[in-house]
């Protein structure tokens, strides 16, 4: 089959195998454009996807800076609390203990609402 294509080849005029092989480069070339489309699509919704996950990344930053200084000053305030006395250690552990009680019946809570 080689030999006969080799032939066919030959038995053909240069004018009509260069036509044929310019279409067959055509036909590829606008294969490799449209494939070049794609991923250049591709690439823009990559770069679209990273400029948003950047801002959202930047927002917690800008979030986890405040809730930093939030529990920084209470903190500061509890510590201050603690060392003021035995009056108000006592009644730093009846807020503690209620507040893990609070918890405890709001997850319970919870749990129950999303059965």
């Known amino acids: 089959m080689e030999g006969r294509r080799s032939g066919q080849c030959k038995a053909q005029s ?5 036509e044929v092989l310019d279409r067959d480069n055509k036909r590829m070339a606008d294969s490799l454009a ?4 794609r991923l250049k699509s591709l690439a823009l919704d990559i770069d679209r996807d990273v400029e948003d996950q950047n801002q959202y990344l930047d927002g917690m930053d800008t979030d986890f800076t405040s809730v930093t200084g939030l529990l920084t000053g209470s903190v500061k305030r509890f510590s201050t609390m603690a060392r003021s006395g035995r009056d108000n250690r006592k009644l ?3 807020m503690a203990v209620g507040l893990i009680v ?14």
């Open 34 to 37: 449209s494939k070049v489309t």
């Open 102 to 115: 609070v918890f405890f019946i709001l997850s319970y809570l919870l749990s129950r609402a999303r059965t």
């Open 14 to 18: 240069p004018g009509a195998v260069e």
């Open 92 to 94: 730093l552990c009846g």
